[in-house]
């Protein structure tokens, strides 16, 4: 069965500080992976998704991540984090059209 | 425009009630979709709604949760018989839809349930 494993439930980094969250997957076929973030008090919305081509990914307010299909990876980064990030990061792969499968998600602190 | 709203935020009920919980999508979404997220979990997929049908039901946990769709936009999740366990956040997203290609879902609020 497909799922997918966030193996880090808690981060606490201090501001301009880097930032690497860890996502794993399973899945044997054509995989379309995302990252959606929750802030606090505000709804879940998408940071990026990959279909295909370049394995790394831009998305908004900085971050990125990187496809590594031999590793079954979609790691999210970035470079220099600010008090504004704090917010819960989740790793999804696509299933179907309409279903995804999440991760159980990363509560990210930064500390002023 | 406006986006995915949810009602109630918050409910709070006694074991063995029934609860109502709604959404609207946003206008001209035609994939409405509900997820359960317990706490320290990811979001469960529930049901999908394309239109008014629900081509996949798979995901309700038992027969005691039930959705519908009326014309094409405000759904409806009921949970017959609360239990304990039912206690969770429920999400709901709606995205452009179709089949055929992966639309980005957009997500509400959420309901915050819990069951004493």
């Known amino acids: 069965a497909q799922s997918v494993s966030q193996h880090n439930h808690h981060v606490i980094l201090s501001e301009a500080a880097s930032l690497e969250l860890g996502c794993n997957y399973s899945?044997?076929?054509?995989?379309?992976l995302f990252w959606y973030v929750q802030y606090p008090g505000q709804h879940l919305q998408l940071l990026l998704k990959?279909?295909?081509?370049d394995p790394l990914v831009k998305g908004i307010k900085g971050f990125e991540a990187e496809f590594i299909k031999s590793k079954f990876s979609f790691n999210l980064r970035k470079p220099s984090v600010q008090w504004s990030d704090t917010a819960e990061y989740f790793c999804?792969?696509?299933?179907?059209?309409?279903?995804?499968?999440w991760g159980a998600g990363t509560k990210l602190i930064i500390k002023p | 425009g406006a986006g995915v709203s949810q009602s109630p935020s918050n409910k709070v009920t006694e074991k063995g009630k029934d609860v109502e919980l709604r959404c609207d999508p946003i206008?001209?979404?035609?994939?409405l979709y509900w997820y359960r997220q317990s706490l320290g979990q990811g979001l469960e997929f529930l049901i999908y709604f394309q239109g008014n049908s629900a081509p996949d039901k798979s995901g309700l946990p038992s027969d005691r949760f039930s959705a519908e769709r009326t014309g094409g936009s405000v759904s409806t999740l009921t949970i017959q018989r609360t239990q304990q366990e039912d206690s969770a956040v429920y999400l709901c997203a709606s995205s452009p839809g179709g089949a055929g290609t992966y639309n980005e879902q957009f997500f509400g609020p959420g309901t915050r349930l819990t069951v004493l």
């Open positions: 899945y044997g076929g054509t995989v379309n």
């Open positions: 206008s001209g979404h035609t994939a």
């Open positions: 999804a792969v696509k299933r179907s059209n309409y279903q995804l499968i």
């Open positions: 990959y279909f295909s081509g």
